[in-house]
């Protein structure tokens, strides 16, 4: 009995860790998704984006610097990052509970 209860627990464990790897990947792909619209914007409307330290146009580098910035704190995006990361803490930590009531 105690060897599948090991067993069991190495199957939920490795559950919860697929759970997280594709919660962290969801959240790039938000962050990355923003990147070619900027870019669009850029080629659209040149002079969108501009590095005020060196005056000149931003490299797609920098698209993804920024939105990765303002997807993690206050920014245009905050409110779809910050609630993509309170649903899923909270969906998180339901299934933890869940789980362990079992």
């Known amino acids: 009995m105690s060897e599948y209860s090991d067993i069991e627990s190495l199957v ?6 697929r759970r997280h790897q594709a919660s962290a990947a969801v959240y790039f792909l938000l962050a990355f998704l923003f990147v070619p ?5 850029e080629t ?4 969108s984006f501009v590095d005020n330290t060196l005056h000149t146009p931003m490299h ?3 698209f993804v610097y920024y939105s990765l910035v303002t997807l ?24 933890y509970d869940a789980q362990r009531r079992k």
């Open 60 to 62: 797609w580098q920098q």
């Open 72 to 95: 993690s704190a206050a920014g245009f995006e905050a409110t779809i990052g910050v609630l993509y990361v309170a649903i899923l803490m909270a969906r998180l930590v339901s299934l």
């Open 12 to 17: 939920e464990s490795a559950r919860d860790q």
């Open 37 to 41: 619209i900027y870019g669009m914007l």
């Open 44 to 47: 659209t409307i040149p002079g």
